[in-house]
């Protein structure tokens, strides 16, 4: 299924449930890096909000804020009845404890997913296993690559793919080059999230395999993904226009969510 077209569609359905709700949901977007890369982010969720009905309020603030001031203002946010959910934009700048920090958000309302306690699973991961779900790939005793260990993609996608019953490997920056291709060549699912451009390109695929591509590089021509586009493989998500929106689409997914186990309350 084409990612924008299913994008929209679940946004649709988002948008008329929300239609519903007897308030508006608000969900806050702390921004404290101010690069290119965060503020087409943040861009991004403050359409996706508009678009189906969420009410979203950025705070930013100046790189030279402190960790403690950062920690009291999130407090502030942690809260606040009116907010049923609230992000940290990462990275943040040096000096800050960004672990600390995913630590001192309310675990409910961290759609996020980032706490270890959240009621929330982690976004990325989450839209990637919806998506390929929707898409009718199948799961059970599939071979499943997972090249990254982040811990933002790589470690909670390896955690979904094995609920899923995939044989699940998690590949590496010291994973071995001929371990890798070996790897690669057995692999039903890959999901690539390594920030290295078209790092997938010349290794043997299988025709049937699922590439799910997280990587963004920038150069002077746009963004690039982990992998060429064109591998010869059933499925190859794009970049841009791929995983990014999957993304987003489950923030607000996660914000209604929240919303309802506020309300349920
Ligand atoms: N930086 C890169 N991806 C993300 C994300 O999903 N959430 C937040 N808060 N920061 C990010």
Redesign the pocket.
Known sequence: MIIKDYVRERKNVLKDEISSFERTPKLVIIQVNDDPA?CA?VKGKLKDAAEIGINAELLKFPVTITQEELLKEIEKVNNDESVDGL?????LPKGIDEELIKLSVNPTKDV?G?HPLSSFV???PKGIIDYLKASEVNFVGKNAVVIGRSN?VGKPVAKLLLQEHCNVTVLHSRTKEEDMNFYIAHADIIVIAIGKMHFLDKQTFKKSAVVVDVGISRDENGLHGDARPGLDVALQTPVPGGVGLL?RLS?MSNLVLAYKNKIGK
């Open positions: 965060s982010y992000i940290v934009q990462m990275p996020d980032f982690p976004c990325t933002i993304t923030l």
